[in-house]
């Protein structure tokens, strides 16, 4: 049934008001250019800018961001390991870096020539001085040294001091990651993507990547160690520089999983001062890593399950008020109904939505959805369009159980019904049926 409230306000409003009737526009008219993208919505985002000037939101540039993404898991990846397990020389591993620093060199020029969008008047700038002086003034210099070439100059260099040092320096490639962080920001945003497994992705992204670092940094103060066998790795295989990189490797990340999960120490441990250090520090931030995960699986578990839990304490707040009162099993009945309709009726009516959104386009939905309706009652045949389109912008959507009393007898009534479906009994008249 739809529901007409506060007819005599709205009748007082339209005698006293001249509204006109508006034709409801195509929906890409319903946006403007000027204003940020609806997440997950597919609008119209054709905004005309400079010559040679990009939009962020162009599909082009996008997919080129989505293939950085792509590049930037390999440099989180290939970063640590080869810090730790590898050394630079002239391979197919070494053309491969390079071609991924060339991606982000170009992605350095390109980026003087993106729009941003202005955080005060939310438009897209487009002036290329204005472009260039941001970038320089935030993300340039982090974006050079993440991009520059250290690892061909390293190999101008044969000491192995400085080969540590260019590692190191080549560990800024870290920085690109603010780049994932902001995928996962904007997909959380996304309404084309579950919200639950994208924070769970996100979750375990953090969780792989932190256990990874920790087990290439911790094989590395080994590798470094002057005496072999008084390290963690070492006490359990002396000749563990000659075993295989992929058991080294997965050495590595066992005593990192073992101890992010704090089921360590046994057969893996410190031997050492430095390794002991570095453990300390591990498990600290562990600490803060271990919050943070459940912290956060607890809020998507508590959420996912809110809307029930609500209703089962709804329900249960009904039987006892209808218990402690000793109401009749006619009027329990009905109050345990129109609870459980509106649980599965909630998705439909959305009024809150709805009552969020400006007044026109309120209006524009409320005509949409029940003008076909109310002009083709008998009660309003003949009635003016005008009349007829303020009448339905007043109106919503109410659901109700079978055998619930929708108006007692005798009662002064305060608001219009118009059945839609359903069966309307009372007690003085037939059934009506529609």
């Known amino acids: 049934m739809m529901l007409f409230s506060s007819a005599r306000n709205f009748l007082q409003r339209f005698c006293t008001e001249d509204v006109h009737s508006r034709r409801i526009p195509n929906h890409g008219s319903f946006f403007s250019n000027d204003l940020l993208p609806s997440l997950g919505a597919r609008i119209n985002q054709t905004t005309k800018l400079r010559r040679h000037i990009i939009s962020p939101y162009d599909p082009r540039y996008r997919a080129w961001q989505m293939w950085l993404v792509v590049l930037v898991i390999y440099s989180a990846w290939i970063s640590p390991f080869q810090f730790a397990f590898l050394t630079y020389k002239k391979d197919t591993l070494f053309v491969i870096d390079n071609i991924v620093n060339g991606f982000f060199a ?34 340039f210099v982090f974006d050079v040294s993440s991009t520059a070439p250290f690892q061909p100059v390293s190999l101008l260099f044969r000491e192995q001091s400085s080969e540590l040092g260019f590692k190191l320096l080549n560990m800024l490639r870290l920085w ?38 920790a087990g290439c940094f ?26 295989s990189l992929w058991n080294r490797y997965v050495t590595s990340m066992y005593w990192s999983i073992t101890t992010l999960t704090t089921t360590g120490y046994g057969d893996l441990h410190a031997e050492n001062p430095r390794e002991m250090l570095f453990d300390i520090f591990y498990m600290l931030f562990n600490l803060g890593l271990t919050s943070y995960l459940i912290g956060n699986m607890t809020n998507l578990v508590v959420h996912w399950t809110s809307r029930t839990r609500n209703f089962r304490d709804m329900v249960r707040a009904a039987s006892e008020f209808a218990t402690r009162n ?23 009516k ?47 959507a109410e659901y109700f159980p079978p055998r619930e009393d929708v108006i007692l007898q005798n009662e002064s009534p305060t608001d219009l019904y118009v059945l839609v479906s359903g069966t309307v009994v009372s007690p003085n008249f037939k059934s009506f049926y529609f």
């Open 218 to 243: 911790n094989y590395l103060i080994a590798d470094r160690y002057p005496d072999p066998t008084r390290t963690w790795i070492g006490a359990v295989n002396p000749n563990f520089k000659e075993d």
């Open 326 to 348: 000793q109401l009749p099993p006619r009027i329990q009945d009905q109050m345990l109904s129109h609870i459980s309709l509106k649980f599965k009726t909630e998705g439909l």
């Open 350 to 396: 959305q009024q809150e939505t709805v009552n969020g959104l400006p007044k026109a386009i309120r209006s524009s939905i409320a005509h949409y959805l029940f003008y076909p309706i109310v002009e083709n009652v008998y009660l309003f045949q003949g009635v003016s369009h005008d009349f007829l389109f303020q009448l339905v912008s007043e109106m919503e």
């Open 106 to 139: 170009i992605d350095l020029v390109l980026t003087f020539f993106v729009a941003y969008l202005d955080s005060q008047s939310c438009l897209l700038v487009d002036d290329p001085k204005k472009i260039a002086i941001r970038y320089i003034c935030t993300w």
């Open 176 to 213: 690109r990651l603010r780049r994932v962080s902001s995928l996962f920001a904007r997909l959380e945003k996304d309404i084309r993507f579950n919200y639950f497994w994208t924070r769970c992705l996100k979750l375990v992204s953090v969780t792989l990547f932190a256990v990874h670092c």
